[in-house]
């Protein structure tokens, strides 16, 4: 059994973390940890749990928490994360970190977005778990850095279009829409319910923080810079995520192309599922689900295409692909813990 360890436990993601890892044949939960809940357990933070998991939240000490686990991850701020990353990875603990401090190559562009980097040196050794793009990295790797829920939702369709030169790179539009949960657990006025039930808007136009994330990755596959329009918009939901990808494709690609290059690169892929021509995803049927729905539309009489992605944002977007990269490291099925309906 691989131990376990969730640090910051008591947030959206974490608890998420600890329903998949209770749920594990081949992981066992050895430790939480919260900062504003030492001491107490689990089950009063959150009472679903009462009666089934009985563990108390512990303090953030790495020295000890290292002695009881072969894996961490780290549901904490950004730049909360690597103050602890070097330390646990110093004691040969496998990290996977769900803040953006480990999931760009270039510190340069991770402080652009957020802040100064501490352990820049580190990014050399952590690999971006996008898991179906990184697998063959991921397995060796020390330290994955779990991306964000947006860029999964629009890097799984794009990636592979952008690598085989389909699409213009010069015209690509995100409309991105997002649960509420995606702001995390912390009260805030504009997640506030009287704030967001029966509304819908978009926030952070023109400046969202995902975006350097996604253009790197994209230059990395491309290999020439690519500057997208990213708009995301809050809905009225608890979880779920709806990515419409705006483009127009090169040459005379056609529908059948599109078609044959998604199968080429996930007909073996179990967590992305390519939808029927006419067919587009709907958030409701990926819901509390690690799948990625993907359907899109090729408009015949020019070169015009729409590409629509669906996720779960607790899920595909964190917890669950973090387990997803957890079976990738330790060798297990990627579908294990993670084929609930």
Do not use: W
């Not at 990290?95 to 340069?108: E, G, K, N, P, W």
């Not at 690999?127 to 330290?143: H, M, N, P, Q």
């Not at 892929?269 to 587009?280: G, M």
């Amino acid at each position: 059994m691989v131990k376990v360890g969730i640090i910051g436990a008591t947030g959206y993601t974490g608890a998420e973390l600890i329903k998949l890892i209770h749920n594990h044949p081949k992981a066992e939960l050895s430790v939480i940890t919260s900062q504003s809940f030492e001491g107490q357990p689990i089950s009063d933070v959150f009472p679903i749990f009462n009666n089934i998991i009985e563990i108390n939240c512990q303090k953030l000490d790495v020295d000890i928490i290292s002695h009881q686990v072969d894996v961490v991850f780290l549901c904490l701020p950004h730049k909360v994360s690597m103050k602890y990353v070097p330390e646990f990875y110093k004691n040969n603990i496998k990290v996977i970190d769900l803040s953006a401090d480990y999931r760009f190559t270039s510190y340069r562009a991770y402080e652009s977005a957020y802040q100064k980097h501490n352990s820049k040196e580190l990014l050399d050794k952590s690999v971006y778990g996008l898991s179906e793009i990184y697998r063959d990295k991921i397995k060796d790797a020390d330290i994955i850095g779990n991306p964000g829920c947006y860029p999964t939702s629009f890097l799984l369709p794009m990636i592979p279009l952008i690598k085989e030169k389909v699409i213009d790179p010069d015209l690509i539009i995100s409309d991105s829409k997002s649960g509420v949960s995606g702001a995390g657990r912390s009260p805030s006025l504009a997640t506030h319910f009287c704030e967001t039930n029966e509304s819908f808007k978009p926030y952070k136009v023109g400046n969202h923080r995902h975006v350097p994330e996604m253009e790197e990755k994209l230059k990395e596959h491309y290999g020439h810079e690519i500057k997208i329009t990213f708009v995301p918009h809050l809905l009225p939901i608890t979880r779920g995520m709806l990515t419409t990808i705006y483009t127009k494709v090169t040459g005379k690609t056609t529908r059948a192309d599109i078609e044959e290059i998604f199968h080429n690169y996930y007909a073996k892929k179990y967590f992305v599922r390519i939808l029927q021509k006419n067919k587009f995803p709907d958030i409701l049927n990926v819901k509390n689900s690690n799948f990625c729905d993907i359907g899109f539309h090729k408009d015949e009489n020019s070169d015009r295409l729409i590409i629509v992605s669906a996720i779960d944002n607790l899920m595909k977007g964190s917890a669950g692909q973090a387990i997803q990269n957890m079976n990738i490291i330790f060798n297990f099925k990627e579908e294990t813990g993670l084929n609930q309906i």
